[in-house]
């Protein structure tokens, strides 16, 4: 808990005096300042992805739903920080203005996950941040929360292919927590389980003994901890950091009900967009995009609207997490 108030006097200090050194890179990142004043003050703030923005799903239907998906946010008590690399700097919360730029820049900018940061920056280009980027970011500037549509695993036939998302490696060293709808359905969710377990990674599911698989409410797997409400989130994010255990936490809420498909027909679409992805070569960070985009035509439709439903809902549980984080630590703090 001291740690947090020490915490908080760094922030209010670094939003005094702007022009002093930052350690960790913060110096290299540009706040909003309405993300900043946020933080100095122990407010709360919700961090949010933009490759949704970039890779999800096509202009204007990306920028509205960015602006909802913010609205949710702030509706719910928080502060929204988009993040995005624009021009090579590393933006933590977008202004409107940017926001329509990177919706209407689309699949030019780069798909950034940790490892292709740096590049991005080095070379002035444009980056939408998946996960794992997200989460550098969020640690950076001291964000304790980051909300997702879902995050990547380890890929189907991965034990002979090592195709393993970065977003499981980051949730092993960055101790965000992470409110996403489960792991995608497109990939191999019990071995992504066995995985987070062997990273030392909290995977809790919300309000469900069961672990959600994206699109559908339950996966067939038992999650390995349940919480049931945003105060509960909260103890467990807390004490997790002042244990400085120095992973992420992973909170799955599922899809609600009325927007949960079929699993037999999205697990049918999934089959022939993987056979069809095989047949093309199409591996690496290209994959996801095109099983995702190919899975929403063979559903026709069905489960691109089942996606926004999915970050919406997640949007208001990160927001609601992220204030109950924010009263405990004042609490805490008024109490030293």
């Known amino acids: 808990?001291?740690?947090?108030?020490?915490?908080?006097?760094?922030?209010?200090?670094?939003?005094?005096?702007?022009?002093?050194?930052?350690?960790?890179?913060?110096?290299?990142?540009?706040?909003s300042p309405e993300v900043s004043q946020a933080l100095s003050l122990g407010k709360?703030?919700?961090?949010?992805?933009?490759?949704i923005i970039s890779h999800g799903m096509p202009y204007p239907q990306n920028l509205e739903t960015a602006k909802e998906v913010e609205a949710?946010?702030?509706?719910?008590?928080?502060?929204?920080?988009?993040?995005?690399?624009?021009?090579?700097?590393?933006?933590?919360?977008?202004?409107?203005?940017?926001?329509?730029?990177?919706?209407?820049?689309?699949?030019?900018?780069?798909?950034?996950?940790?490892?292709?940061?740096?590049?991005?920056?080095?070379?002035?280009?444009?980056?939408?941040?998946?996960?794992?980027?997200?989460?550098?970011?969020?640690?950076?500037?001291?964000?304790?929360?980051f909300v997702t549509g879902g995050i990547g695993g380890v890929h189907r036939h991965g034990e002979s292919t090592m195709d393993i998302s970065s977003d499981l490696v980051e949730l092993g060293r960055t101790p965000v927590a992470v409110v996403s709808a489960g792991v995608k359905s497109i990939l191999d969710i019990p071995r992504t389980l066995e995985y987070?377990?062997?990273?030392?990674?909290?995977?809790?599911?919300?309000?469900?003994?069961?672990?959600?698989?994206?699109?559908?409410?339950?996966?067939?797997?038992?999650?390995?901890?349940?919480?049931?409400?945003?105060?509960?989130?909260?103890?467990?994010?807390?004490?997790?950091?002042?244990?400085?255990?120095?992973?992420?936490?992973?909170?799955?809420?599922?899809?609600?009900?009325?927007?949960?498909?079929?699993?037999?027909?999205?697990?049918?679409?999934?089959?022939?967009?993987l056979k069809e992805a095989r047949e093309q070569n199409i591996t690496g960070s290209s994959e996801t995009p095109f099983l995702l985009a190919r899975v929403n035509e063979l559903t026709g439709g069905a489960s691109l609207s089942a996606n926004i439903a999915l970050v919406k809902n997640n949007a208001r549980v990160g927001a609601q997490i992220a204030v109950s984080l924010s009263q405990l630590r004042q609490e805490s703090y008024e109490g030293t």
């Open 44 to 51: 709360p703030v919700v961090a949010l992805e933009s490759t």
């Open 72 to 145: 949710i946010v702030r509706h719910n008590g928080a502060i929204p920080a988009t993040i995005a690399i624009l021009d090579g700097v590393p933006c933590i919360g977008l202004s409107a203005e940017e926001l329509k730029r990177l919706a209407t820049i689309g699949r030019k900018a780069r798909k950034t996950a940790r490892r292709d940061i740096a590049h991005v920056v080095a070379t002035g280009g444009n980056g939408a941040t998946t996960v794992s980027a997200t989460m550098v970011f969020a640690s950076m500037v001291g964000i304790p929360i």
């Open 196 to 273: 987070l377990e062997t990273l030392g990674v909290c995977a809790a599911a919300y309000q469900t003994n069961e672990f959600p698989a994206f699109f559908t409410e339950k996966s067939g797997y038992k999650a390995p901890c349940r919480i049931d409400s945003p105060e509960e989130c909260a103890r467990l994010i807390e004490a997790h950091n002042s244990l400085m255990l120095g992973t992420g936490i992973l909170i799955s809420v599922p899809i609600p009900s009325e927007y949960s498909a079929s699993g037999n027909f999205i697990e049918s679409a999934i089959q022939k967009a």
């Open 1 to 31: 808990m001291a740690s947090w108030a020490l915490s908080r006097i760094s922030n209010l200090h670094k939003h005094l005096s702007p022009d002093i050194p930052t350690p960790k890179g913060e110096g290299l990142v540009k706040i």
